[in-house]
Antibody, heavy 122, light 107 residues
Framework: EVNLVESGGDLVQPGGSLRLSCAASGFMFTTYSMHWVRQAPGKGLEWLSYISSASNIIYYADSVKGRFTVSRDNAKNSLYLQMNSLRDEDTAVYYC???????????????WGQGTLVTVSS | DIQMTQSPSTLSASVGDRVTITCRASQSIRYWLAWYQQKSGKAPKLLIYKASTLESGVPSRFSGSGFATEFTLTISSLQPDDFATYYCQHYDTFPLTFGGGTKVEIK
């Protein structure tokens, strides 16, 4: 069974840092591009970041560019999101999601993890 | 960046109703559009991709159509399990963006 499990969400003060992890299982992680998507409380979905299977292509949303860094460790079947300079507006549930298939144009998401909550507050 | 606008933001309907949700792109995205269903406290679930291709396992009462800038998600006969929030998402270019969502409520 294909499965994604996020971890690392926590309460952090404004200006602080946090690293999220996403553990993948049930598929060949090394061949799939991956994404991070977030959802603020009561709000819609916001795409944050993309990383290709070999980590050679990376994209960010403007809202997190320069503050967040996506990475992956294919040997550990794991995806990461390093979040620095956190702001109140970064409070959200953070989801990792797999690109649908290994085609370069398949940038829609399935499956998704269950999400991990990040709360930025003093 | 490509903006995605969904309408309506909220929709009240009854079991058995035909429901249509619209998603408009600020520029042509060809047919590079996906639809998701999200229930409270859960991760989104993929329904449709390439504007009209039904994901495996999704009931046939769901259908998608459209091209370029105008797209629709239709539920032919609303079932109790369908009360949820629906999102469109384009994947024409980066950055990827979602519509604001349409909440389907019980009338």
């Amino acid at each position: 069974e294909v499965n994604l499990v996020e971890s690392g969400g926590d309460l952090v003060q404004p200006g602080g840092s946090l690293r999220l992890s996403c553990a993948a299982s049930g598929f060949m992680f090394t061949t799939y591009s991956m994404h991070w998507v977030r959802q603020a409380p009561g709000k819609g979905l916001e795409w944050l970041s993309y990383i290709s299977s070999a980590s050679n292509i990376i994209y960010y949303a403007d809202s997190v560019k320069g503050r967040f860094t996506v990475s992956r460790d294919n040997a550990k079947n794991s995806l990461y999101l390093q979040m620095n300079s956190l702001r109140d507006e970064d409070t959200a549930v953070y989801y990792c999601a797999r690109q649908y298939d290994t085609s370069s144009v398949s940038n829609w998401f399935d499956p998704w993890g269950q999400g991990t909550l990040v709360t930025v507050s003093s | 960046d490509i903006q995605m606008t969904q309408s309506p933001s909220t929709l009240s309907a009854s079991v058995g109703d035909r429901v249509t949700i619209t998603c408009r792109a600020s520029q042509s995205i060809r047919y590079w559009l996906a639809w998701y269903q999200q229930k409270s406290g859960k991760a989104p679930k993929l329904l449709i991709y390439k504007a009209s291709t039904l994901e495996s396992g999704v009931p046939s009462r769901f259908s998608g159509s459209g091209f370029a800038t105008e797209f629709t998600l239709t539920i032919s006969s609303l079932q109790p399990d369908d009360f949820a929030t629906y999102y469109c998402q384009h994947y024409d270019t980066f950055p990827l963006t979602f519509g604001g969502g349409t909440k389907v409520e019980i009338k």
